[in-house]
């Protein structure tokens, strides 16, 4: 298999608990920015930079937001809308750590990482049956729409605006009725790949553990040890 500029699969499935951990244990949003900026890097490395400043940008929109919300806290409301983008931003960092992982690694890749690290078939099966899950709801979302367009049921792009009941009604009825046939469709694709077999796999995909990965993986922990230790001195 020809090598490919990314990182190992076992490091980027290490890293996604470890940040949503992290990325609420750091009270001050700020500090957060060490590991967007290290996120910005890692999508760079596959020349998903266009994709990671989205990321950037929205998350930096947030944390203005916070900013401006958190001096008039007193208000219950102003509160309850400070909590809402203090969590919107942690999702925003797991959301793009989410991501990466999921552009840059494959299905089999992943059930491959998760075997190398003994990760009980009870999550894993489920795991990979999510990964295709989702991806699959995005064609029919798309598919959905351009539906109500030929229809007519759809006039103009600001349908939603002006009827949302009506756009909810009309997407979500179809689409719940969908999500309960595909679950089903791949449930039976994974049991017929012999995913929930007790046999051991045997895979075309090979994982290699490189120096690069080993200075990620160091230096993400390093980070991490920073903030933490930035939190507790602030």
């Not at 046999?199 to 290699?208: A, F, G, H």
Request: include cysteine.
């Amino acid at each position: 298999m020809a090598d490919r500029k990314t990182v190992d699969p076992r490091i980027k499935l290490t890293l996604l608990p470890i940040v949503g951990f992290v990325s609420f244990f750091i009270s001050d949003t700020i500090i957060l920015f060490g590991l967007i900026v290290f996120a910005f890097f890692l999508y760079a490395y596959n020349g998903m930079w266009k994709r990671a400043l989205r990321f950037i940008l929205f998350f930096m929109l947030l944390f203005c937001i916070e900013l401006g919300v958190g001096k008039f806290c007193e208000a219950s409301i102003v509160f309850a809308i400070y909590m809402f983008i203090y969590f919107a931003s942690r999702m925003t960092l797991i959301a793009m750590f989410g991501g990466y992982i999921t552009k840059t690694v494959s299905v089999n890749e992943i059930l491959e990482a998760l075997n190398r690290m003994k990760v009980p078939r009870s999550i894993g099966v489920p795991f990979s049956v999510l990964l295709r899950f989702v991806p699959t709801i995005k064609i029919e979302f798309r598919a959905l729409k351009e539906n109500m367009k030929i229809r007519g049921v759809v006039t103009n792009r600001f349908f939603p605006l002006l009827h949302p009941i009506k756009y909810i009604e009309y997407t979500l009825v179809p689409l719940l009725m969908r999500m309960i046939k595909i679950s089903d469709e791949l449930s039976a694709s994974a049991l017929i790949r012999g995913l929930d077999s007790d046999e051991k796999r045997v895979t075309l995909t090979e994982l290699r553990f490189r120096t690069t990965d080993l200075m990620i993986g160091l230096l993400v922990a390093f980070m991490i040890a920073l903030m933490i230790v930035i939190q507790r001195i602030y």
